[in-house]
Protein backbone atom coordinates (compact mmCIF):
# COMPACT_ATOMS: atom_id res chain seq x y z
CA UNK A 1 0.00 0.00 0.00
CA UNK A 2 1.44 3.51 -1.18
CA UNK A 3 1.29 6.00 1.53
CA UNK A 4 -0.49 9.08 0.06
CA UNK A 5 -2.69 10.01 -3.18
CA UNK A 6 -3.36 13.95 -2.96
CA UNK A 7 -6.37 14.90 -5.41
CA UNK A 8 -6.52 18.24 -6.59
CA UNK A 9 -10.31 18.55 -6.81
CA UNK A 10 -9.71 22.42 -8.47
CA UNK A 11 -7.70 20.44 -11.36
CA UNK A 12 -9.72 17.09 -11.75
CA UNK A 13 -12.98 18.93 -12.12
CA UNK A 14 -11.43 21.97 -13.81
CA UNK A 15 -13.62 24.27 -12.11
CA UNK A 16 -13.78 26.81 -8.32
CA UNK A 17 -17.34 26.74 -8.69
CA UNK A 18 -18.53 22.77 -8.34
CA UNK A 19 -22.21 21.70 -8.95
CA UNK A 20 -24.86 19.06 -9.48
CA UNK A 21 -23.95 15.35 -9.12
CA UNK A 22 -23.15 14.14 -12.70
CA UNK A 23 -22.21 15.16 -15.78
CA UNK A 24 -24.38 13.99 -19.14
CA UNK A 25 -21.08 15.22 -21.24
CA UNK A 26 -18.66 13.42 -19.33
CA UNK A 27 -16.73 15.72 -17.97
CA UNK A 28 -15.62 15.65 -14.45
CA UNK A 29 -18.38 15.31 -12.09
CA UNK A 30 -19.09 14.90 -8.20
CA UNK A 31 -19.71 10.90 -9.12
CA UNK A 32 -16.67 10.71 -10.93
CA UNK A 33 -14.51 12.51 -7.79
CA UNK A 34 -16.40 10.45 -5.55
CA UNK A 35 -15.61 6.73 -7.64
CA UNK A 36 -11.82 7.73 -8.02
CA UNK A 37 -11.58 8.22 -4.44
CA UNK A 38 -12.94 4.72 -4.29
CA UNK A 39 -10.47 3.31 -7.02
CA UNK A 40 -8.12 4.36 -4.84
CA UNK A 41 -9.44 3.32 -1.12
CA UNK A 42 -7.15 0.30 -0.51
CA UNK A 43 -4.37 1.49 -2.39
CA UNK A 44 -3.10 4.36 -0.06
CA UNK A 45 -2.53 4.88 3.65
CA UNK A 46 -4.35 8.54 3.08
CA UNK A 47 -5.93 10.16 0.00
CA UNK A 48 -5.64 14.11 1.06
CA UNK A 49 -8.09 16.36 -0.77
CA UNK A 50 -7.30 19.60 -1.95
CA UNK A 51 -9.45 22.22 -1.78
CA UNK A 52 -7.28 25.18 -2.94
CA UNK A 53 -8.82 27.37 -5.09
CA UNK A 54 -12.51 25.59 -4.47
CA UNK A 55 -15.12 29.15 -4.35
CA UNK A 56 -17.86 27.04 -3.61
CA UNK A 57 -19.44 23.56 -3.62
CA UNK A 58 -23.37 23.24 -3.76
CA UNK A 59 -25.00 20.49 -1.23
CA UNK A 60 -25.52 18.08 -4.08
CA UNK A 61 -21.74 17.91 -5.14
CA UNK A 62 -20.76 17.75 -1.72
CA UNK A 63 -23.57 15.19 -1.13
CA UNK A 64 -22.12 13.05 -3.91
CA UNK A 65 -18.84 13.32 -4.21
CA UNK A 66 -18.10 12.93 -0.37
CA UNK A 67 -21.20 12.19 1.73
CA UNK A 68 -22.26 9.21 -0.34
CA UNK A 69 -18.72 7.55 0.57
CA UNK A 70 -20.63 6.62 3.48
CA UNK A 71 -22.50 4.02 1.86
CA UNK A 72 -19.14 2.37 1.33
CA UNK A 73 -17.15 2.80 4.66
CA UNK A 74 -18.29 4.39 8.49
CA UNK A 75 -17.53 7.30 9.34
CA UNK A 76 -14.42 6.32 11.69
CA UNK A 77 -13.40 4.78 8.38
CA UNK A 78 -13.58 8.14 5.97
CA UNK A 79 -12.03 9.85 9.19
CA UNK A 80 -8.50 7.67 8.95
CA UNK A 81 -8.91 7.78 5.38
CA UNK A 82 -9.53 11.02 3.62
CA UNK A 83 -7.52 14.25 5.28
CA UNK A 84 -8.88 17.64 4.23
CA UNK A 85 -5.63 19.60 4.31
CA UNK A 86 -7.16 23.41 3.28
CA UNK A 87 -10.78 23.22 4.21
CA UNK A 88 -11.93 26.54 5.21
CA UNK A 89 -14.47 25.95 8.04
CA UNK A 90 -17.37 26.94 5.87
CA UNK A 91 -16.43 24.21 3.86
CA UNK A 92 -15.78 21.56 6.67
CA UNK A 93 -19.72 22.83 8.02
CA UNK A 94 -21.49 21.95 4.99
CA UNK A 95 -19.67 18.89 4.46
CA UNK A 96 -20.76 17.81 7.99
CA UNK A 97 -24.27 18.69 7.28
CA UNK A 98 -23.68 16.47 4.42
CA UNK A 99 -22.85 13.60 6.63
CA UNK A 100 -25.50 14.19 9.03
CA UNK A 101 -28.58 14.07 5.86
CA UNK A 102 -26.59 11.32 4.46
CA UNK A 103 -26.44 8.95 7.78
CA UNK A 104 -29.71 9.73 7.80
CA UNK A 105 -30.75 8.52 4.37
CA UNK A 106 -28.60 5.36 5.10
CA UNK A 107 -30.67 4.61 7.94
CA UNK A 108 -34.17 4.80 6.59
CA UNK A 109 -32.53 2.69 3.80
CA UNK A 110 -31.74 0.01 5.39
CA UNK A 111 -35.16 0.23 8.02
CA UNK A 112 -36.99 0.09 4.94
CA UNK A 113 -35.07 -2.92 3.61
CA UNK A 114 -35.44 -4.92 7.39
CA UNK A 115 -39.40 -4.06 6.90
CA UNK A 116 -38.99 -5.56 3.81
CA UNK A 117 -37.59 -8.88 4.91
CA UNK A 118 -40.33 -8.91 8.28
CA UNK A 119 -43.01 -8.39 5.44
CA UNK A 120 -41.20 -11.75 3.08
CA UNK A 121 -41.74 -13.94 6.38
CA UNK A 122 -44.87 -12.57 6.88
CA UNK A 123 -43.82 -11.33 10.20
Do not use: C
Request: zero cysteines; a negative charge; charged letters at 35%.
Amino acid sequence: MENELIVNVYKFMGNDLLTGRTSDDGSPSAESLRKHVLENWDKYERISISLDNIMQMTRPFLDEAFAKLLEDHTLDEFNQKIYLPDAKENIVKDLNNAFKIRQKIIQSQKAREEEGKGDELGL
